[in-house]
């Protein structure tokens, strides 16, 4: 059974770094075709994909977000680690990750952080 | 960057209704197309994959078709517990983009 939980800060300040980990279980991150994604949603707003970093070490990201975000992952811990720079309040969301798989995409969730950025 | 678009953004229906959504991507993505179900204060949750395949534990009412750029889940005989919002989301290649979503509601 794949399960997987989001951890991080509930609060950051305006220009902080925030880093987000994504502790998974029921899979190994080795296997052709399969990958974690993050993705996050503002309160009352549509879902935004982040990232995505597969078996092979190729890492994806947003467009719009690009020059801010990194995603790593470490196969012996079964975690990823997604890493968002210079946060600003409009990146209070609900960030999520899910296990990605090339034929069914991102099939299993976490049940997600809520991230706000204040002063 | 393809882009996903979603109609109708919300709607109103009876029980018992058939309901269908429609997602159109601005390029072909073949069968990469997943729909999601997300219940309010919830986490989406994959009801869809490869544009027809029901996810296991998805009850029959929901189905999906197309290919290339149009697609559409169906709801047919929408049930109480069917009151969510439903996105489409591409997955052929990065970026993974989602539709701006639909919003069900029971009349």
């Known amino acids: 059974q794949i399960t997987l939980k989001e951890s991080g800060p509930m609060l950051v300040k305006p220009t902080q770094t925030l880093t987000l980990t994504c502790s998974f279980s029921?899979?190994?991150?080795?296997?052709?075709?399969?990958?974690v994604g993050w993705i996050r949603q503002p309160p009352g707003k549509a879902l935004e994909w982040l990232a995505l970093?597969?078996?092979?070490?190729?890492?994806r990201y947003n467009p719009s977000l690009k020059s801010r975000l990194i995603i790593t992952k470490d196969t012996s811990k079964k975690e990823v680690v997604l890493t968002l720079t210079n946060m600003d309040p409009v990146d209070t969301a609900t960030y999520s990750c899910?296990?990605?798989?090339?034929?069914?995409?991102?099939?299993?969730w976490g049940p997600g952080t809520t991230v706000t950025v204040s002063s | 960057d393809v882009q996903m678009t979603q109609s109708p953004s919300s709607l109103s229906a009876s029980v018992g209704d058939t309901v269908t959504i429609t997602c159109r991507a601005s390029?072909?993505?073949?069968?990469?197309l997943a729909w999601f179900q997300q219940k309010p204060g919830k986490v989406p949750t994959l009801l869809i994959y490869?544009?027809?395949t029901l996810q296991l534990g998805v009850p029959s009412r929901f189905s999906g078709s197309g290919s290339g750029t149009d697609f559409t889940l169906t709801i047919s005989s929408l049930q109480p517990e069917d009151v969510a919002t439903y996105y489409c989301?591409?997955?052929?290649?990065?970026?993974?983009?989602f539709g701006g979503g639909t919003k069900i509601e029971i009349k």
């Open positions: 029921g899979f190994s991150l080795r296997t052709s075709g399969e990958g």
């Open positions: 989301q591409k997955y052929n290649s990065a970026p993974l983009t």
């Open positions: 970093i597969y078996w092979d070490d190729d890492e």
């Open positions: 899910a296990h990605f798989h090339d034929l069914r995409g991102l099939d299993v």
């Open positions: 390029q072909a993505i073949s069968k990469y």
């Open positions: 490869a544009a027809s």
